[in-house]
């Protein structure tokens, strides 16, 4: 799962270059995800969610909140996160399908990637973003605006 990247990344600066200089990515980046399912499988790591994400999740499935969180969450350091298996797959990704199977209800953590501060604290982080995520630094354009918004989103 690609949030491993937020394990030590929480204390990232909603600006990582400062309040009043133009960051590096002002003349913006590009990301276009191939749907490779790559960010979502392999190495263990942690995808934040909340209360609503997880009411929203479970009226999307038409499950009760309460089998979501019991067969889907666990807690890291008091706060709750996506569970996966033991391969560090979501336990929402379909593996044969290759797709995440709550895409139109997934958590705000997942909505923002790749843009996340602390993938935007410096070019080399995101040049490292952009070799395990084969749709970032590709496709579409997003703007510096567009961008900020997108990690003011999420503390990560
Ligand atoms: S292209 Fe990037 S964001 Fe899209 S599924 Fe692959 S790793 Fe994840």
Redesign the pocket.
């Known amino acids: 799962m690609?949030a491993e990247a937020s394990e030590g990344a929480e204390s990232c600066s909603a600006d990582p270059a400062g309040a009043d200089a133009a960051p590096w990515y002002k003349d913006g980046l590009q990301f276009t995800?191939?749907?490779?399912?790559?960010?979502?499988t392999g190495a263990p790591g942690v995808v934040w969610v909340t209360d609503d994400e997880l009411r929203e999740i479970a009226d999307y499935l038409g499950k009760p909140i309460g089998e979501i969180r019991l067969f889907h969450t666990r807690l890291i350091r008091g706060r709750m996160s996506l569970t996966e298996f033991a391969n560090g797959d979501c336990t929402f990704f379909d593996p044969r399908g290759r797709k995440c199977t709550v895409y139109r209800a997934r958590p705000v953590q997942c909505r923002t990637?790749?843009f996340w501060n602390s993938h935007l604290a410096s070019a080399q982080a995101w040049q490292n973003v952009c070799e395990?995520?084969?749709?970032?630094g590709e496709g579409a354009f997003f703007s510096l605006e567009q961008i900020k918004e997108r990690a003011s989103r999420i503390d990560m």
Do not use: A
């Open positions: 690609s995800c191939t749907q490779c399912g790559d960010c979502c990637w790749p395990k995520c084969p749709g970032s």
